[in-house]
């Protein structure tokens, strides 16, 4: 959906009507941020944010900087300031289904945030800082392992979320490219001390 936002705010017609441009930034900035994280989206958002025509709707300038900025949000705050702003977009009426993706979106950014700047964290403070209880702080950190998005390690019986010991794929092959690359300097610098002592000692 922010694709297609995306491509209608780039039509020339738009771009050169300020109202018609001004909605399709709106429409783009909302829809960016409520797609589910990859690189795909990390990039439109940083593209979006950087957008010097996004002041002349500040309200949206606010909601993309909120979640291209690595800081914590807190939800009752996002949701107490753009009830009204958002109130006219589809899906955004008084307990309108869309809040609760823009929440889980907040509540996935600050995951995030927390995996960022935490080794470990208790889960009752975890839980604190995203606004939720522990059971749902635990559910929407096990997502976000299985999506991919983090790594992290939940040790129920202590109540303690450890973000340590993940490596990614790239990360695993540099390490066997690296090991390989010193198993066949070795084999080499081995190779060559054999032909040497056979030289020196006229070893057949």
Known sequence: MARSFQSI??????????????????????????????????????RVAADEALDDVPA???????????????WPRVHELYASELAA????????????????RVVEHNVRVVAKYY??????RLAALLDLDESR??????????????????????GIVSFVGGRSHNDVLNQW???????????ETTCHLVAKERMQFGVA
């Open 9 to 46: 705010y780039h039509t020339p017609c738009v771009r050169d009507d300020d109202a018609d441009r001004a909605a399709a930034l709106q429409q783009l900035a909302l829809h960016v941020v409520l797609a589910p994280h990859d690189n795909e989206q990390a990039d439109m958002l940083a």
């Open 60 to 74: 949206y300038r606010a909601l993309v900087r909120f979640f291209a900025t690595p800081e914590l949000m807190r």
């Open 89 to 104: 977009h589809d899906g955004f009426a008084a307990d309108g289904p869309r809040w609760a993706v823009l929440q889980q």
């Open 119 to 124: 080794s470990r964290i208790e889960l009752a």
């Open 137 to 158: 702080a635990e559910q929407y950190v096990a997502d976000l392992v299985v999506g991919g998005s983090i790594f992290a390690r939940i040790d129920r019986p202590a």
């Open 177 to 187: 490219s690296g090991s390989i690359a010193e198993l066949l300097a070795t084999l």
